[in-house]
Each structure stands twice: as C-alpha cells, then as structure tokens.
C-alpha cells in the first residue's frame, strides 16, 4: 500500500518568515495530493491540493509543489502570521482508496 | 447547515461493550470514509465505502464494521471494545468521478475513551 513520509515534525519559524514542509509517497499510481490543517481539537479542513497533472499551484500565501519523478510533494507558506500555527498533514490518494496521511508537523509561529 | 455530522461527539464505555458511531452527509456525494486518529494525532484510513465498493484497511480489526444504509450515511459498529480502540474517529465524504478525485470533507470527530 500507499506509504507518505512527512517532514519536520516540528516547524518553529518567527512571524513573517516562510515555512515549508515535504513529504514523499511510495505509490506512483497515487494521483491526489491534499493538505490539511488541524488546530487542536478540530477536524483537519482542507487548504490545498494538487493533481498528479499539475506541477504546482498556490493559493495566496499558500503554494504546493509536486515532482512525480522523485515522488515528493511540498507546501509553502509565506509571511506567516500566528493564526498559522496548527498540525499540517500532507496526504497521497489513488482512485477510491481513502486518504493515506503523513505523521503531521506541528508548525509554531513564533511572535 | 453542518455538512458532515457524527453522533455522539463523545462516547465513554467500559471495555468490551459494543458501540456505534452515526455519520451523515448532506452533500450529495458518493463515498464515505472513515478514519481514527490516535493519541500521537495520527490519521489512518480505516474503511472507504461508495455504493459500489468497501475497502477495508488490511489493518483494521474485524470487530470494526461499516454499515451504510443508504448513500447519505456510514455508521460505524464496533465489537468487543478494547483499550487500544480510545482515538478519535472521523468520518469524511467525497464526490470521487472515476479516477478524479475531489476534496474530502471532514465531520467534527467522535471521541471515544475505552475504560
């Protein structure tokens, strides 16, 4: 089955810096590539997501980036602000199979 | 209106009770999951349901199973609680078009805590 590898774990970057975080997957049949943020005691809530036909896509501060070939996938966010800091997940999805997730990084925006 | 509903948002039962966990959509879309978080917040799939397909999770026990009695819901039975069943559980929904896949919405979470 689908494998997705997440790092850092823990991202602390000072306010109005960027953070980014990557992942990998194992499947190259995976074709859908969601990320979700979690604050605490939520449920995860989409933010952005690619296609295995698309090399990138941003969305304001956010952007993802997908590579096919080496099978990773990362997430930029620029001039982070405090409401950014929640548990990130990236995911990889193929077909009806649901959603295999990364461990999560636990982003601090620190003031 | 909530799009994706689960009852109960909490559940506290003592192990080797039997419980379910009701999820409902009213988005109008063709597949069902759902999934458990653990203590250390990680999500794993356990089943994904559309009204043609169940795929199950190989790890997943057999004491847990899905029943969906008809496309707008997927309740979730579960046999034999054991300690290690405490997480919280999520369902989702999604429109999935052939090998198109779309934004999966989450439900609010059931907390379950095995005594």
């Known amino acids: 089955g689908e494998n997705v590898e997440q790092h850092p774990s823990t991202l602390s970057v000072q306010e109005g810096d960027s953070a980014v975080i990557k992942c990998t997957y194992s499947?190259?049949?995976?074709?859908?590539f969601p990320w979700y943020k979690q604050e605490l005691g939520k449920r995860p809530q989409l933010i952005i997501d690619i296609r295995s036909n698309v090399g990138e896509k941003k969305d304001q501060r956010i952007a993802v980036t997908l590579n096919k070939t080496a099978k990773h996938f990362s997430l930029h966010i620029t001039e982070t602000q405090p409401e950014d800091s929640a548990v990130y997940f990236c995911a990889a999805k193929r077909g009806a199979d649901g959603l295999t997730f990364g461990k999560g990084t636990h982003l601090i925006i620190q003031p | 209106d909530t799009a994706v509903s689960q009852t109960p948002k909490y559940l506290v039962t003592q192990m080797g009770n039997d419980k379910s966990i009701k999820c409902e959509q009213n988005?109008?879309?063709?597949?069902m999951y759902w999934y458990k978080q653990d203590s250390k917040k990680f999500l794993k799939i356990m089943f994904s349901?559309?009204?043609?397909?169940?795929?199950i999770n190989e790890t997943v026990p057999n004491r847990f199973s899905p029943k969906s009695p008809d496309k707008a819901h997927l309740n979730l039975h579960i046999n034999s609680l054991e300690l290690g069943d405490s997480a919280v559980y999520f369902c989702?929904?999604?429109?999935?078009?052939?090998?198109?896949?779309?934004?999966?919405?989450f439900g609010p979470g059931t907390r379950l805590t095995v005594l």
């Open positions: 989702a929904s999604s429109e999935t078009q052939g090998r198109y896949n779309n934004e999966q919405f």
């Open positions: 499947d190259s049949a995976s074709n859908y």
């Open positions: 988005l109008g879309h063709d597949t």
């Open positions: 349901y559309n009204n043609k397909e169940l795929i």
